[in-house]
């Protein structure tokens, strides 16, 4: 199987006790009425890399976007069920979706840099939090954590849009980096991204989950099986017609048993191309 060669191994102590970051329980999404998500029970564990993968339209970024509560910013999107977040409700009211989103950042499909420079896009984050300490300091340490302090430390005033397109997405990285986040959520972050630049990315990602909690969107089984711990395999559910299209969590495991001997049959005949 072609996926399973590039497994890579999880070195880590398989007894050790990891932290539950995020606790889904009878988690649903719907659009304007309409159910997209339904369903979904799953735990995210402290530095741990999860994946999430599926058909298209299955509400892997649906489910990604709850995390943050940036689905709060999609009009007619409402959450059902409950989640958790080092045991806080999420969702409850006395909860800023600003301070969430501080704690827990987000780092999209193209590179979005802000039309400023280098700086100034590291910066504007702990600026708009009124966020105390040294601001060269705090520019200076995301971009080494990101692995762009040395490609840029000459020019940190040069407008963003003048790097590569794998540059911009490390300092996409990086501004993530500079709110002092626990979590980073990317959703296919490297689909617009050459091979090199994607190399470097998931280098980056996997040096990174020492320090943070990542999900990862991506449509690149390969890419699952090289970087992550544990992976959610969803599904499109047809069986209330093809107009009530419905996405459900089918399992998550670690990564290796999702790829060689998933729990589900669905899920096996997906990572070996039956469908999807
Ligand atoms: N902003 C939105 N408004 C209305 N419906 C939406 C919105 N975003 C997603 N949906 C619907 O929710 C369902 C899940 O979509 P979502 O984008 O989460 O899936 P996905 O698995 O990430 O898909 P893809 O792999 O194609 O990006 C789909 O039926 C989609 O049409």
Redesign the pocket.
Known sequence: MGVSAGLRKDTRDPGATRNEIFKLSGLG?T??G?V??EGVDMSLYENDITA?I????????????CLNRMNDL????TVQGTLTYHDVDLYAPEVDPVAVRQRVGMVFQKPNPFPKSIYDNIAFGPRVLGMKGDMDEIVETSLRKAALWDDVKDRLKDNAFGMSGGQQQRLCIARAIATSPDVILM??PCSALDPISTGKIEELMLELKSQYTIVI?T?NMQQAARVSDRTAF?I?DLSAGESN?I?RLVELNPTEKVFTNPDDSRTEEYVTGKFG
């Open positions: 999404v659009y304007s309409k997209a998500v999430f599926g058909p298209s339209g299955c509400g892997k970024s649906t489910v990604l976007r999609v009009p007619g999107a959703d296919e969107v449509h969803f499109v299209r996405g």
